[in-house]
């Protein structure tokens, strides 16, 4: 069964500073993985999709990459602002059915002005 | 721009006593989800619908149920809530299966049951 790790639990770094998300998972045959941010009380709004035939997505600010073979992915968030404090959760789809989608537990970012 | 809408947001219910979470989705989407997070756990998948019609067991389903109502609707069912199913619920949809697409999901339904 896949499973997703996110380090750290939790960050707080000043405006203007690069950062990485960490997200770990157990299988290599992992098909797709995506980067998602959560605001306090809200739901799930989904950053970045890397496909299985993809190393890397951007949008903005944001770039995830995806190293299947040493089971990693980060989130490289370039000139934190205070408006990325959220909550980020990365997700594995192993490709099979209902044990598709995997959460991490979510790294709380505060970006302090 | 509605995308995903769940109801109701809040709810507090009686162990034992039954309600349905309503969740409809205004994007053409074939698949459906119904997502529980709870603090430590992060999200577990209840159940999904591939496409209008079919249903599927995720993760945690017992002591749920679902309906696929039409194409745009996907209904989540408690017959007797018990304490253990205090949680956060999020409805989400996706034009595709799990993980192939972009998923969107709803600004979840926080049920207490006491």
């Known amino acids: 069964k896949q499973e997703v790790t996110q380090i750290p639990a939790a960050l707080s770094v000043p405006e203007g500073e690069n950062l990485v998300l960490n997200c770990s998972f157990t299988d290599s045959a992992i098909y797709n993985l995506q980067w998602f941010r959560q605001d306090p009380g809200k739901g799930l709004t989904s950053l970045l999709l890397?496909?299985?035939?993809?190393r890397e997505q951007t949008s903005g600010r944001l770039n995830a990459s995806l190293d299947k073979s040493s089971g990693r992915s980060t989130l490289y968030i370039a000139a934190s602002q205070p408006g990325d404090s959220a909550t980020y959760l990365c997700?594995?789809?192993?490709?099979?059915?209902?044990?598709?989608?995997?959460f991490g537990k979510g790294t709380h970012l505060i970006i302090q002005p | 721009n509605a995308g995903v809408t769940q109801t109701p947001k809040f709810q507090v219910l009686k162990t034992g006593q039954s309600m349905t979470l309503q969740c409809a989705q205004d994007?053409?989407?074939?698949?459906m989800y119904w997502y529980r997070q709870d603090p430590g756990m992060g999200l577990r998948l209840i159940y999904y619908s591939a496409s209008e019609g079919t249903t599927d067991k995720g993760e945690v389903p017992n002591g749920y149920n679902v309906s696929r109502l039409n194409k745009r609707e996907f209904s989540l069912r408690l017959e007797s809530a018990a304490p253990s199913q205090t949680s956060v619920y999020f409805c989400a949809s996706s034009d595709g299966g799990l993980g192939r697409n972009t998923i969107y999901f709803g600004e979840g339904s926080w049920l207490t049951v006491v």
């Open positions: 994007m053409n989407h074939n698949s």
């Open positions: 997700a594995g789809d192993s490709g099979g059915g209902a044990d598709g989608l995997t």
């Open positions: 890397i496909q299985s035939s993809q």
